[in-house]
């Protein structure tokens, strides 16, 4: 069984364009790399600001911390609410906004899933039907309770477990992002594991060029080029952690339905986008609906533009995206 894992993997999307950074600092934080690129002014005390924000947002809202908020949530379903950091509250909210807008494609409450799997683990599993019936009760938005006057939250069934894996990363890019603007700085590039934000245009005030990662070559090779300026850009696919079986590829975006890995012609799901924690969740939950559902979401969000890579090579883009495919397997077919 071959398990491939973020651990394991520098970059998520290439940077293309002649680009000289006048500095960057790379670091570990949240599950993935997390790597900031600052031009014009990288600053030191700036680095720092920024990747103590993110470490700060990994040690409230990781599973793998036992004295994150999420972790003191999880250990409490079932007996009591959880007071926890406003920040937490406040992704937590957001989350529950995107399971119902999604009619619980997108559910933050799939950590039992993800255990059973153990696709965040170095030994993941095909789970047996019954074991994957016994959890999915489990799996449902509705039974998170939100207090806001005492930014406490419970879950109401014993088993119950939050995970964030879907939208922390891209309220810590926002967040990066935040420090980056208050500083002043013009131009910079914010990439937490794939959820990319790119701050400004090119010194040569063209828009900065982002490589779309081929959903089945080896990490870095691209399918095409998207141009954006002061834009976010996420992307949820099959290669971001899998395992094979058998001939099966089996990866980590989970459809809460049925409890099996999402299925349905997809290779990947591109959003773009203003907010990061928006992409991110809205990433996943197009991987998850898939194309024909998609439009589902669009009646709720201005300014959003997607990159559906079908498994067959095909590509769909939305109107307002500037994309260009550079590897000739790949074709448009809008
Ligand atoms: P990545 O983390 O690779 O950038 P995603 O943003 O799509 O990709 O998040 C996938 C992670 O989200 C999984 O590893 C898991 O922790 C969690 N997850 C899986 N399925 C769902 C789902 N249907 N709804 C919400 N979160 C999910
Ligand atoms: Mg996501």
Redesign the pocket.
């Known amino acids: 069984m071959a398990f491939k894992s973020?651990i394991f993997i520098l970059v998520?999307i290439l940077f293309i364009g002649c680009m000289q950074p006048e500095s960057s600092r790379v670091d570990f934080a949240l599950?993935?790399v997390c790597s900031i690129t600052l031009f014009d002014q990288g600053l030191d005390s700036i680095y720092n600001e920024i990747f103590a924000r993110i470490h700060e947002i990994e040690s409230l809202m990781s599973?793998n911390i036992p004295s994150s908020d999420i972790s003191r949530i999880n250990k409490a379903a079932g007996i009591e609410p959880v007071q926890v950091h406003k920040d937490t509250f406040m992704v937590i909210e957001r989350?529950v906004y995107f399971?119902e807008l999604s009619g619980g494609?997108?559910?933050?409450t799939?950590?039992p899933?993800?255990s059973l799997w153990g696709?965040?683990r170095d030994e993941p599993r095909v789970p047996s039907q019954d074991e994957i019936d016994a959890v999915l009760p489990l799996i449902n938005w509705r039974n998170i309770k939100l207090d806001s006057q005492t930014s406490s939250v419970y879950l109401t069934q014993k088993g119950m477990a939050l995970?964030?894996?879907?939208?922390a990363?891209?309220y810590a890019a926002d967040e990066a992002a935040a420090i980056i603007r208050k500083a002043g700085i013009e131009r910079a590039i914010v990439d937490l594991?794939?959820?990319i934000i790119m701050i400004g245009e090119r010194k040569d005030k063209n828009p900065w060029r982002v490589g779309i990662q081929n959903p089945i070559e080896k990490r870095g090779a691209v399918i095409g080029v998207l141009q954006i300026t002061e834009k976010t850009v996420?992307?949820?696919?099959i290669y971001?952690?899998y395992f094979d079986k058998d001939g099966i590829r089996y990866h980590?975006?989970?459809?809460?339905s049925n409890g099996y890995p999402?299925k349905n012609g997809l290779l990947s799901a591109t959003v773009v986008t203003d907010i990061s924690m928006d992409a991110?969740?809205l990433?996943?939950?197009l991987?998850?609906l898939g194309y024909e559902k998609r439009m589902v979401l669009f009646n709720y969000l201005p300014n959003t533009e997607t990159i559906f890579v079908f498994q067959d090579n095909s590509i769909r883009t939305t109107d307002g995206v500037n994309f260009t495919v550079t590897d000739s397997t790949f074709f448009i077919k809008n």
């Open positions: 973020k998520f599950g993935t599973v989350a399971a494609a997108f559910d933050p799939v950590g899933l993800v696709i965040n995970d964030l894996g879907s939208i990363k891209g594991g794939g959820n996420v992307t949820s696919g971001e952690r980590h975006i989970f459809d809460p999402a991110d969740a990433s996943t939950i991987f998850v």
